[in-house]
Each structure stands twice: as C-alpha cells, then as structure tokens.
C-alpha cells in the first residue's frame, strides 16, 4: 500500500511553473497541475495534490493509455514561462500549453485565468481529462454545477469556472471529467477562471481568443526578459533564472516569495517541512544585487519600496522580524494541517512560518547591504535614512545577544558567527553611505563598533584546533555559511584564515558539487530530528568563493556540475537529495539568486575582470 500512495506522487523535479505575477500553478511531465493557491501566493489552496494525492485536489489532462506506454517531455517557449508538456505515444504526438494571462493593471481584484490548449500534432490521441478542486487547503465543503460550456465549482468563499467545448461529466468526487479524442491538427480549450463573484459566466475560448492570449502573453514575457544584460557563459540558466523570480514577484506590492510552496520535505519521511510563501529580508541583498546585475531596475526599485516601507514599520523596540507577508503584514502564525499526510507522507503540513517570531541579528547586514547596493543605482531618501539609524541605534545595543541565525534553528538561540558577521555588515555599509552621500551619521560611534564587531569575531570565531571559523562562537564545528565572509568582503578571499575555512568547507561539507549547510548530529541543535539534503545555494556560494580565491578551474568545475542538477526546465528546489532529486520548497528563489551571482562574477574572474 505504501509503494502505491508513494508513487502517486510525482518527484520534486517533474513540475514546470506557470504564474501571472500574483500567484503561481505547478504543472507535472504528467499533465497534472497538483499545485495552485488563488487569488495570490499565499491564498489557500485550490489544487493541492502535491501534499495529499488523495485529498489535495488536481487538474489534470493527458493521453487516456496506460502510463507505460507514453512518454513526456518539457519545455518552455523560447524566453518566456509558456509551458509546453508533450506526450510521446505510439499513436502519436500530443501536447499541452500552459500560461496564465499577465493583466498589467496588477489590479489585486482582477480575475485569475489558466488556459490549458490540448492538441495532436502527429496522428491520434484520445485523451482524459479530471478537474478536481479541493478549497482551502481540503477543508472547504464545495458543489459542481454543469453548464452547456463547461462547470462551476462553488465554495462559501471562492469560485472557479471551468469553460471548454468538450462535453463534461460530474465525476462523484466533487469534480468534473471528460474523454475526447484529437486528431492531427486538432485542438481543445479549457479555461479556467477565478472569481470570488458566485455569478460566473462561461465563454469558453476559440481560436482566435486563444492566438490573442498567446500572443500577448509570449510578448510581455520576451519584451521583459529582453531587459537583462547579461551575455556571459551561462545565459540561457541565468536567464530561466530571471524569469522564475519575476514569476515569483508579487506585482502589486514588488516582494518576491522565497518559494510558492509549503511544506515540500527536506528530507523524505522526516518533519522538516516549512511554509515558504513569504517575503524573507535575508534574501534582499541577493535580491537587488542579482535584478541591478542583470539590468531590471523597476524590478529593483519595486522591491526597494517593500522594503523602504519594512524600515518605516518598526517592532515596538526598533528591530525588524525577519519573515513578513508580500503585502507586508508581520503575523504570519503557524499552524498544521493535520489532515493533509504530506509529500509522500512527510508531515507535517505546515501553513505560516512561525520564525518571524524569532531573533535573527544577521537581517540587518542583509538590509543595509541591500540598500547600499541600491543607493548606487539610486539616492535613497533622508527619511528611510533616519529609520535606518534607529535600526542601528538598535544594533548597537544588541549585537552580542545569541540569536536563531541564518538557519533559524528551533532549538534555542546561540552566538552564531555570522549573525556577528552581518552586524559588522551593517554597519560597515551603513558608514560607506553616509561617507558617499555626506549623510549625517554618529561615524565615530560607527566605527568603534563596526572594529569591536570584528575584533570580536576574529577572536572568538575562529577555532585554532580545526584551523577553521566555526557555526558558533565556543563550537569546533563548520558551517557553509562561512563561505559569505567573502561574499561580503569581511575576510579578503586570499586570507590564510579564509583559505583554511575553505578547505574544511570542501572537505568536511562537500560531496562533489554538493554542499550541506553543517552536519546536524554535530553542529548547533536546530531542534529537529532527522537529515536533509545539501543546500543548493551553498553550493553557489562556493563557485563564488572559489571564483574569488583564485581557483578558476575548481570554481568551473563546482559549477558546471551543479548547472547538471537543475531540473528539465531549468529550476532547482531549496536541496539535493544524497540521489540527486530534488528536496524542499520548489522552485527556491534563494538558489537561483545564488545561482545569478555566482554565474556573473565566475564570468568576470574568467575574463579576468573580477576583483577580489
């Protein structure tokens, strides 16, 4: 029984994504989209089969032969997040293509489409198709009512109309199904709508509306990514890259997701399973540094704006939390559901993440990084930069407190050293602003602490037994996170210090291209059971580090080998299991981001323009 629940699921990999800038849906090899929340990232969900084949609910269309006999295949038009699922049989040729209509307006009450065309190219196919709706997560009670066009599904909350010409049929579980066959040349529509309106009008999609759709779609996506800059050696990875995190930007307010899912499992069976539909202010740094590199600066500057009105929204003491929602709201409690078994039963299914709750000193090196990065491009304005000197006013007086960490650890707080590192960060930048733009700031305040920082971190963070900087000040232990001392110029990439940390690195966390975060049974405890997969932005990180350190050949060669591990299309979730499949949320904006950099400044190291 276990072999058959287990491979209802599809693996990690076997999703493409299609999204219209307010939410995302996850399309399987096999047709089926087992993931979409509606009307935006963070909503409910309405298909949900990827965290319970049984109850999540799906929309699925494919060849009605046995699974044996066909073959799939996946691809995205040329520059754009067009789908294109294709099933190789011996009857014939058939395809799918995905998108979702981009409404400009980023109106938040603007209907959400899913345009699904079915066609033959070769011979003839019969086909099924099954739509399934499961609201809120599974807990929503729902009824399906036939049309001449197609079905509505109605739920005290949310509506989804279905339009198609090909006949339906109710299934008997709260769904609709239909059999039709297509031969050569021949296509079928299916639209499908939300509204939170109970008054659903059915117009199903012609030719014509289709091409319209299609066209227009396919234009936004190529006249945007025609933006980037980047020319290097890995353009086509770094700019499928572009295009996820644009699909993963919540448009009306420019915070972009580190993932659209929840509670895909780092590790298969076990519980470390969390919800990644929110703004993470450790990204941003990464953030506005890949978007300026690659040339999207209204991307850049929207995404500013989250995080100018994250500074003007202060906790009570002054600090900032680490997580918030794209709509910039700060609770975000956690909860389970425990009626959802998981990803191949990995449960829990969680919904929020309770770690905005949690101290993580290193945000704000990761925040006024992002902003200094930014002001190069753009002043920023005096009134952000008063907020930013109560942020470190703040700092000050809290620097040496233990905290969670980068790795937001749920089994008590500890003096992580990179948490040390980022303070240094921020004020480091803080003063580099201040000094170009002839802003007021305490400099001599600044730079006291900015040296008593790192002082403290040479000191205490550094273990002279392992010949390494370690997790946490008192631990003999490594962690890759190490590796962003000379991502963010802390160390020099030549430093004797930094080369021996980077031998350890390779050899105690690395397995080939792969890079675990730190080995749990030995470093801080991070309050769960269990293993996980390596943490594919590490492994970016050590590109970089490699890159940087003058190892060009081992940088290429960690490179190279990781670009083998992405999925089909192009797209990695958050880790990689010790097989090689894909573990965690998917896709992972963090991983890509690495990803961007790491491809842009082992370009420069390889043309010899990049500076230490």
Request: charged residues 20%.
């Given at each position: 029984?276990?072999?058959?629940?287990?491979?209802?699921?599809?693996p990690i990999?076997d999703?493409?994504?299609i999204?219209?800038?307010?939410?995302?849906?996850?399309?399987?090899?096999?047709?089926?989209?087992?993931?979409?929340?509606?009307?935006?990232?963070?909503?409910?969900?309405?298909?949900?089969?990827?965290?319970?084949?049984?109850?999540?609910?799906?929309?699925?269309i494919s060849?009605?032969?046995?699974?044996?006999?066909?073959?799939?295949?996946?691809?995205?038009?040329?520059?754009?997040?067009?789908?294109v699922?294709?099933?190789?049989?011996?009857?014939?040729?058939?395809?799918?293509?995905?998108?979702?209509?981009?409404r400009?307006?980023?109106d938040?009450?603007?209907?959400?489409?899913?345009?699904?065309?079915?066609?033959?190219?070769?011979?003839?196919?019969?086909?099924?198709?099954?739509?399934?709706p499961?609201?809120?997560?599974?807990?929503?009670?729902?009824?399906?009512?036939?049309?001449?066009?197609?079905?509505?599904?109605?739920?005290?909350?949310?509506?989804?109309?279905?339009?198609?010409?090909?006949?339906?049929?109710?299934?008997?579980?709260?769904?609709?199904?239909?059999?039709?066959?297509?031969?050569?040349?021949?296509?079928?529509?299916f639209?499908?709508e939300?509204?939170?309106?109970?008054?659903?009008?059915l117009?199903?999609?012609?030719?014509?509306?289709?091409?319209?759709?299609?066209?227009e779609?396919?234009?936004f996506?190529?006249?945007?990514l025609?933006?980037?800059?980047?020319?290097?050696?890995?353009?086509?990875?770094?700019?499928?890259?572009?295009?996820?995190?644009?699909?993963?930007?919540?448009?009306?307010?420019?915070?972009?997701?580190?993932a659209?899912?929840?509670?895909l499992?780092e590790?298969?069976?076990g519980?470390?399973?969390?919800?990644?539909?929110?703004?993470?202010?450790?990204?941003?740094?990464?953030?506005?540094?890949?978007?300026?590199?690659?040339?999207?600066?209204?991307?850049?500057?929207?995404?500013?704006?989250?995080?100018?009105?994250?500074?003007?929204?202060?906790?009570p003491?002054?600090?900032?939390q680490?997580?918030?929602?794209?709509?910039?709201?700060?609770?975000?409690?956690?909860?389970?559901l425990?009626?959802?078994?998981?990803?191949?039963?990995?449960?829990?299914?969680?919904?929020?993440?309770?770690?905005?709750?949690?101290?993580?000193?290193?945000?704000?090196?990761?925040?006024?990084?992002?902003?200094?990065?930014?002001?190069?491009h753009?002043?920023?304005?005096?009134?952000?930069?008063?907020?930013l000197?109560?942020?470190?006013?703040?700092?000050?007086?809290?620097?040496?407190?233990?905290?969670?960490?980068?790795?937001?650890?749920?089994?008590?707080?500890?003096?992580?050293?990179?948490?040390?590192?980022m303070?240094?960060?921020?004020?480091?930048r803080?003063?580099?602003?201040?000094?170009?733009?002839?802003?007021?700031a305490?400099?001599?305040?600044?730079?006291?602490?900015?040296?008593?920082?790192?002082?403290?971190?040479?000191?205490?963070?550094?273990?002279?037994?392992?010949?390494?900087?370690?997790?946490?000040?008192?631990?003999?232990?490594?962690?890759?996170?190490?590796?962003?001392m000379?991502?963010?110029?802390?160390?020099?990439?030549?430093?004797?210090q930094?080369?021996?940390?980077?031998?350890?690195?390779?050899?105690?966390?690395?397995?080939?291209?792969?890079?675990?975060?730190y080995?749990?049974?030995?470093?801080a405890?991070?309050?769960?059971?269990?293993?996980?997969?390596?943490?594919?932005?590490?492994?970016?990180?050590?590109?970089?580090?490699?890159?940087?350190?003058g190892?060009?050949?081992e940088a290429?060669?960690?490179?190279?080998?990781?670009?083998?591990y992405?999925?089909?299309?192009?797209?990695?979730?958050?880790?990689?299991?010790?097989v090689?499949?894909?573990?965690?949320?998917?896709?992972?904006?963090f991983?890509?981001?690495?990803?961007?950099?790491?491809?842009?400044?082992?370009?420069?190291?390889l043309?010899?323009?990049?500076?230490?």
């Amino acid at each position: 029984m276990e072999q058959v629940r287990s491979a209802a699921y599809q693996p990690i990999e076997d999703y493409g994504i299609i999204g219209d800038l307010h939410t995302v849906a996850l399309v399987g090899k096999n047709g089926s989209i087992d993931w979409c929340c509606i009307p935006r990232f963070d909503s409910p969900s309405v298909f949900g089969a990827i965290l319970d084949a049984q109850k999540g609910g799906f929309f699925k269309i494919s060849p009605d032969l046995p699974a044996t006999d066909v073959r799939t295949r996946q691809m995205y038009f040329p520059e754009t997040n067009i789908l294109v699922t294709r099933f190789l049989t011996s009857n014939g040729i058939g395809e799918i293509i995905d998108f979702m209509p981009i409404r400009q307006s980023w109106d938040v009450g603007h209907p959400h489409h899913i345009i699904r065309s079915v066609a033959v190219v070769q011979g003839s196919l019969p086909f099924e198709m099954i739509c399934r709706p499961r609201f809120n997560y599974a807990r929503d009670e729902h009824t399906a009512r036939l049309f001449d066009h197609g079905a509505v599904f109605y739920s005290k909350d949310l509506c989804l109309g279905l339009a198609t010409h090909v006949p339906l049929t109710e299934d008997g579980q709260g769904g609709v199904h239909a059999h039709f066959t297509l031969h050569a040349h021949h296509r079928a529509y299916f639209l499908l709508e939300c509204t939170s309106e109970s008054d659903v009008s059915l117009h199903p999609m012609t030719a014509r509306h289709f091409q319209k759709d299609f066209e227009e779609t396919m234009d936004f996506w190529q006249r945007w990514l025609s933006k980037c800059t980047y020319q290097g050696r890995w353009r086509e990875m770094v700019q499928r890259s572009a295009l996820l995190l644009k699909l993963l930007t919540y448009a009306p307010t420019g915070a972009i997701v580190a993932a659209p899912t929840t509670s895909l499992p780092e590790c298969i069976g076990g519980s470390r399973n969390w919800d990644y539909r929110y703004a993470w202010l450790r990204d941003a740094a990464f953030t506005l540094y890949g978007l300026l590199t690659l040339g999207f600066y209204d991307e850049a500057e929207a995404f500013m704006g989250w995080l100018d009105n994250r500074c003007h929204d202060l906790e009570p003491n002054g600090s900032l939390q680490p997580i918030y929602g794209i709509d910039g709201r700060a609770r975000l409690e956690e909860f389970t559901l425990d009626h959802l078994e998981g990803y191949r039963k990995s449960g829990p299914v969680r919904i929020g993440n309770g770690a905005y709750r949690q101290k993580q000193m290193d945000i704000y090196g990761e925040l006024l990084d992002s902003i200094y990065i930014f002001n190069r491009h753009q002043d920023i304005s005096y009134d952000l930069w008063k907020q930013l000197r109560h942020l470190l006013t703040w700092l000050e007086g809290h620097w040496r407190e233990p905290d969670e960490g980068i790795w937001e650890v749920r089994g008590g707080p500890k003096p992580f050293l990179h948490s040390r590192v980022m303070s240094w960060v921020a004020f480091d930048r803080a003063l580099r602003i201040a000094r170009h733009r002839g802003l007021p700031a305490p400099i001599a305040d600044w730079m006291a602490v900015s040296a008593e920082i790192y002082d403290d971190v040479m000191e205490n963070g550094w273990h002279a037994g392992t010949k390494s900087f370690v997790q946490y000040y008192g631990s003999a232990e490594v962690d890759a996170s190490s590796l962003l001392m000379v991502l963010t110029k802390f160390c020099g990439p030549t430093d004797p210090q930094m080369l021996s940390t980077l031998d350890r690195v390779l050899r105690e966390l690395t397995t080939d291209s792969h890079v675990y975060r730190y080995i749990p049974a030995r470093a801080a405890n991070d309050g769960l059971i269990g293993n996980e997969g390596t943490f594919s932005p590490c492994s970016f990180w050590l590109v970089e580090t490699l890159a940087r350190s003058g190892r060009l050949l081992e940088a290429r060669l960690v490179l190279e080998k990781m670009l083998s591990y992405a999925n089909h299309l192009g797209l990695y979730a958050e880790e990689i299991s010790p097989v090689g499949e894909a573990l965690g949320n998917f896709p992972q904006a963090f991983t890509h981001l690495a990803l961007i950099s790491s491809c842009y400044n082992l370009d420069r190291a390889l043309n010899g323009t990049l500076l230490g």
